[in-house]
């Protein structure tokens, strides 16, 4: 199958050049040209599948004519590795643990998948694929351990000095074999700026093959399906079929869009529901018909302060008008203040701590229930993360921090293997050409 951009002014190309070039040269982004349909008998056996093979059949649907089918079967059972349950809060709020991966996000998934894909597609006789990706915290660690162990791909990680958690930090400058992490003495955008350069950098491009693990790349995407497909099964296993609303806490709006493609291969989703925080741009469009993009402004849930989502492009693709995407899609903002008081309530009601960016999608549904759900309607609302990764909001919001999951306690203890290197282009640069000889 071709993927297309979503401006339109290059040729289509194929699966594999999609997911190695990123994005097109028209800086639109990739689209599959159409939507191959899940079987009736696929749907109606997902209450009794495994998460492997609900996302399988999904992955053959979508991918099929792309990859040889024990390739993909391959790609899937790596990506995978962990479970996605819904916890039953009530018989009508489903929350979707998404946070069981080696990062606890559900960027994992996303990462993954595209470190696997990537790897079967590169040509074994091509120069060795160079990743460079400067992070905050989170991208960082789900890319870093998505290619740990990969061949012929080496991951070097950039991260601000003394601006990421301990814990954060453990977790991708611990790993070592092909991952580097770097420490710079400096802030995020210097990090930013250095990778930016390395990719403008002539010479530095002809000794070494350069990439960024892009979060808006095709194969980063497709993956975070499997486990609305799954969901659902799950849905219908515990209580029939109603209809099933999915609730997505977003930020660039990737997690939510690959929800849609799901919907638009089948899956019978009655309806999507966006929950943001302050940086309310999509919400606002869905109320008004009016796409104001912004500078965004800072949250307790900041995996989602995204003042410009990248994603929109694929969302405005999908549904043209917006009548059209009002038919499918809702969208709630909250406080911080609202999204504290979600915590406590879902803690004292169900004694369950939830995290930021879950308790923004929580108020969603509440409202969504009273303004428009059906009276059956099921909510399974995304939990995007788990709540020791925003431990420090977490211990102020209900007065007790979340324990370290146990798989994760022993990086605690993890000597530390970051290279320290000041923020300057020069020393980074000599640094790569040294580390990466060719
Ligand atoms: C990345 C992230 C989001 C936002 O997801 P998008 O796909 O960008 O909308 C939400 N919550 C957490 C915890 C995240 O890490």
């Given at each position: 199958?071709?993927?297309?951009?979503?401006?339109?002014?290059?040729?289509?190309?194929?699966?594999?050049?999609?997911?190695?070039?990123?994005?097109?040269?028209?800086?639109?982004?990739?689209?599959?040209?159409?939507?191959?349909?899940?079987?009736?008998?696929?749907?109606?056996?997902?209450?009794?599948?495994?998460?492997?093979?609900?996302?399988?059949?999904?992955?053959?649907?979508?991918?099929?004519?792309?990859?040889?089918?024990?390739?993909?079967?391959?790609?899937?059972?790596?990506?995978?590795?962990?479970?996605?349950?819904?916890v039953?809060l009530?018989?009508?709020?489903?929350v979707?643990e998404?946070f069981?991966?080696?990062?606890?996000?559900?960027?994992?998934?996303?990462?993954?998948?595209?470190?696997?894909?990537?790897?079967?597609?590169?040509?074994?006789?091509?120069?060795?694929?160079?990743?460079?990706?400067?992070?905050?915290?989170?991208?960082?660690?789900?890319?870093?351990?998505?290619?740990?162990?990969?061949?012929?791909?080496?991951?070097?990680?950039?991260?601000?000095?003394?601006?990421?958690?301990?814990?954060?930090?453990?977790?991708?400058?611990?790993?070592?074999?092909?991952?580097?992490?770097?420490?710079?003495?400096?802030?995020?955008?210097?990090?930013?700026?250095?990778?930016?350069?390395?990719?403008?950098?002539?010479?530095?491009?002809?000794?070494?093959?350069?990439?960024?693990?892009?979060?808006?790349?095709?194969?980063?995407?497709?993956?975070?399906?499997?486990?609305?497909?799954?969901?659902?099964?799950?849905?219908?296993?515990?209580?029939?079929?109603?209809?099933?609303?999915?609730?997505?806490?977003?930020?660039?709006?990737?997690?939510?869009?690959?929800?849609?493609?799901?919907?638009?291969?089948?899956?019978?989703?009655?309806?999507?529901?966006?929950?943001?925080?302050?940086?309310?741009?999509?919400?606002?469009?869905?109320?008004?018909?009016?796409?104001?993009?912004?500078?965004?402004?800072?949250?307790?849930?900041?995996?989602?302060?995204?003042?410009?989502?990248?994603?929109?492009?694929?969302?405005?693709?999908?549904?043209?008008?917006?009548?059209?995407?009002?038919?499918?899609?809702?969208?709630?903002?909250?406080?911080?203040?609202?999204?504290?008081?979600a915590m406590r309530e879902i803690k004292h009601?169900y004694n369950y701590i939830i995290d930021p960016?879950g308790a923004?999608?929580y108020?969603?549904?509440?409202?969504?229930?009273?303004?428009?759900?059906?009276?059956?309607?099921?909510?399974?609302?995304?939990e995007?993360a788990h709540p020791v990764k925003f431990g420090?909001v977490v211990a102020?919001t209900l007065g007790e921090a979340p324990a370290?999951?146990?798989?994760?306690?022993?990086?605690?203890?993890?000597?530390?293997?970051?290279?320290?290197?000041?923020?300057?282009?020069?020393?980074?640069?000599?640094?790569?050409?040294?580390?990466?000889?060719?």
């Amino acid at each position: 199958m071709q993927y297309y951009s979503t401006k339109r002014q290059t040729s289509p190309v194929s699966f594999g050049e999609a997911v190695l070039k990123g994005l097109p040269e028209d800086n639109g982004l990739f689209m599959p040209e159409r939507f191959p349909q899940l079987t009736r008998a696929f749907v109606r056996a997902l209450p009794q599948l495994s998460f492997e093979d609900a996302a399988l059949g999904f992955a053959q649907t979508l991918l099929g004519e792309d990859l040889p089918a024990n390739v993909l079967h391959d790609i899937v059972r790596k990506t995978l590795g962990f479970d996605a349950p819904v916890v039953w809060l009530t018989s009508q709020t489903g929350v979707l643990e998404l946070f069981h991966g080696p990062t606890l996000a559900f960027k994992d998934f996303g990462a993954r998948f595209m470190a696997q894909t990537m790897s079967y597609l590169l040509p074994k006789e091509d120069k060795p694929l160079h990743i460079l990706v400067a992070t905050s915290g989170d991208t960082g660690s789900a890319v870093a351990h998505g290619f740990l162990g990969i061949p012929h791909i080496t991951v070097a990680v950039l991260y601000p000095k003394g601006k990421v958690s301990p814990f954060q930090e453990r977790q991708f400058a611990t790993l070592g074999q092909n991952i580097t992490a770097i420490e710079i003495d400096g802030t995020f955008d210097d990090c930013q700026s250095l990778v930016k350069q390395a990719f403008l950098d002539k010479e530095l491009n002809q000794h070494l093959r350069l990439s960024s693990a892009n979060s808006i790349n095709i194969s980063r995407l497709i993956p975070q399906a499997f486990y609305y497909v799954y969901a659902y099964g799950q849905a219908v296993r515990k209580h029939g079929n109603k209809p099933v609303y999915f609730v997505v806490p977003s930020g660039n709006f990737g997690n939510l869009t690959a929800g849609v493609f799901a919907q638009q291969m089948g899956l019978p989703v009655a309806g999507f529901i966006a929950a943001t925080n302050a940086n309310d741009v999509v919400p606002a469009y869905l109320q008004t018909g009016k796409y104001l993009p912004r500078p965004s402004v800072a949250t307790i849930s900041n995996a989602m302060d995204v003042g410009n989502p990248s994603n929109f492009a694929r969302l405005a693709d999908l549904f043209p008008s917006w009548e059209q995407m009002r038919k499918q899609l809702y969208g709630y903002a909250f406080s911080d203040e609202a999204t504290r008081a979600a915590m406590r309530e879902i803690k004292h009601q169900y004694n369950y701590i939830i995290d930021p960016h879950g308790a923004v999608g929580y108020l969603a549904w509440k409202q969504f229930q009273r303004e428009h759900a059906p009276a059956d309607a099921i909510g399974i609302v995304l939990e995007t993360a788990h709540p020791v990764k925003f431990g420090e909001v977490v211990a102020e919001t209900l007065g007790e921090a979340p324990a370290v999951p146990e798989r994760l306690q022993h990086l605690l203890h993890m000597p530390k293997l970051s290279v320290p290197l000041p923020k300057d282009f020069a020393a980074f640069k000599a640094f790569l050409m040294q580390h990466y000889p060719c």
